[in-house]
């Protein structure tokens, strides 16, 4: 899409994405990086969504449904403080195994 393609999302457009994506305000706001304030006032006060990074955002989620799931996962794993220094341990004994079998490589 070219910026000069943008069409603002009215508010009925953004209730339609809510209800298909079975979003509340609160993730409305999550996802859009807006406050749930922000997103009560663009379905009550009519104005037209303007803001392209949501409203290209939420029209992709409502076009491709596979992607809110991904993001609320990500989410969720995101609290998880244990998750990242595995991950981190993982990857410095993948380093180490590395080293070491480099070096017995050197030796044979």
Not at 4 to 30: K, Q
Request: proline content about 6%; hydrophobic content about 35%.
């Amino acid at each position: 899409m070219h910026l000069t393609d943008f069409t603002p999302m009215d508010s009925g457009e953004l209730r339609g994405v809510m209800a298909d994506l079975g979003l509340t305000y609160e993730e409305t706001a999550e996802i859009v990086g807006m406050t749930p304030s922000g997103i009560s006032k663009w379905l009550y006060e009519g104005r037209p969504i303007k803001n392209v990074a949501a409203v290209t955002l939420l029209r992709m989620l409502r076009a491709d449904l596979t992607i809110l799931p991904k993001i609320r996962e990500a989410r969720a794993n995101k609290g998880n403080p244990a998750e990242p220094r595995e991950v981190g341990l993982n990857a410095a004994k993948r380093k180490k195994d590395k080293i070491n079998r480099d070096i017995e490589d050197k030796d044979d």
